[in-house]
Nanobody, 116 residues
């Protein structure tokens, strides 16, 4: 059974940090491009960051460049999103996504709330 399970979300003050994890099961992570998306209330889901199959290439939304870092450990079948200098506008549900051609999977999401 294919699963993506996110963890690490929570409430953090502005300027704080969180590290999200996405544990994959049921497929070989190294065969998939992995991404993090987010969706804030009343807004469309947007791409936050992507990482190539073996981590040689990454891509970030302009709004998170220099603050967020995506990484992966294929041996552990896990993808990470390190989020630093968090802002209230980063508040959203964060989703893990995997893609291999037309095959793609979504996690259930983890809530990140940035508030004082």
């Amino acid at each position: 059974q294919v699963q993506l399970v996110e963890s690490g979300g929570g409430l953090v003050q502005p300027g704080g940090s969180l590290r999200l994890s996405c544990a994959a099961s049921g497929f070989a992570l190294s065969s998939y491009v992995m991404s993090w998306y987010r969706q804030a209330p009343g807004k469309e889901r947007e791409l936050v960051a992507s990482i190539s199959n073996f981590g040689t290439s990454t891509n970030y939304a302009d709004s998170v460049k220099g603050r967020f870092t995506i990484s992966r450990d294929n041996a552990k079948n896990t993808v990470y999103l390190q989020m630093n200098s968090l802002k209230p506008e980063d508040t959203a549900v964060y989703y893990c996504h995997s893609r291999n051609g037309i095959v793609n999977y979504w996690g259930q999401g983890t809530q990140v709330t940035v508030s004082s």
